[in-house]
């Protein structure tokens, strides 16, 4: 089963303007983080932001801010202010325990390409 | 800041050649994870090491390998390389006792010819 859903395969944004990016997670474990990372077309994977299962708060780092709706199981990302270097491939991802190891991997939706108009 | 540093950034091989990529984390950061990125695909998780012991396994093919060092850096060693190994190669680096960053460096980009 999809642990990670992104069900925007390609995002438009006018410059200046707010842009939600969906993410949907599927998890039994009750501690885990979710990550956003940007991939421009250069192919380095930049990270953005980061929710913890336990954060009261929503994230916000800059114009990023995740929208975490825990029930529903959903961690928005919320771009504001667009600017044209924000076109790029976003990848929502999750991190869960595996056992009691540490270094528990990450596990990337398929992404969203997103292009800001001028 | 001190990033996670990837080499070689390119690389092309032949069919059944060995390839070894290496990865060095940031200064502190004990664990280390490879991915492994198809064209037009999101990033696979390969394998990871904390405190140079493999913690978690992936898909990895048995003709890969790694392992992590005594500075903390690590190499990915692929052998008989076939043409579908070709990919971007990810390294990230974090810190297993706070979890919340996990930084990747700029990627290896294997092409297998």
């Known amino acids: 089963a999809q642990k990670i859903t992104q069900t925007q395969p390609g995002m438009f944004v006018q410059e200046k303007e707010a842009v939600t990016l969906d993410c949907t997670y599927d998890?039994?474990?009750?501690?885990?983080?979710l990550f956003w990372y940007k991939q421009p077309s250069s192919g380095e994977m930049i990270f953005l932001i980061y929710q913890g299962s336990y954060d009261q708060q929503n994230a916000t780092e800059g114009r990023y801010s995740l929208n975490f709706q825990k029930a529903r199981k959903s961690a928005n990302l919320v771009i504001s202010a667009s600017q044209l270097g924000d076109s790029a491939m976003y990848f929502c991802?999750?991190?869960?325990?595996?056992?009691?190891?540490?270094?528990?991997?990450?596990?990337f939706g398929e992404g969203t390409q997103l292009t800001v108009n001028p | 800041a001190a990033g996670v540093i990837q080499s070689p950034r390119h690389l092309i091989k032949e069919k059944r050649e060995t390839a070894t990529l290496k990865c060095y984390p940031i200064p502190r950061h004990d664990t280390v994870y490879w991915y492994q990125q198809g064209p037009g695909q999101d990033p696979q998780f390969l394998i990871s090491?904390?405190?140079?012991?493999?913690?978690d396994k992936g898909s990895i093919p048995d003709r890969f390998s790694a392992q992590q060092f005594s500075d903390y850096h690590s190499e990915l060693n692929m052998s008989s390389l076939e043409l579908g190994d070709s990919a971007l190669y990810f390294c990230?680096?974090?810190?297993?006792?706070?979890?919340?960053?996990?930084?990747f460096g700029q990627g290896t980009r294997l092409t297998v010819v």
């Open positions: 991802a999750m991190r869960e325990r595996v056992g009691e190891t540490s270094g528990s991997r990450l596990t």
């Open positions: 998890t039994s474990d009750p501690s885990y983080g």
């Open positions: 990230a680096s974090s810190v297993h006792s706070s979890g919340t960053e996990a930084f």
């Open positions: 090491f904390y405190e140079k012991m493999q913690s």
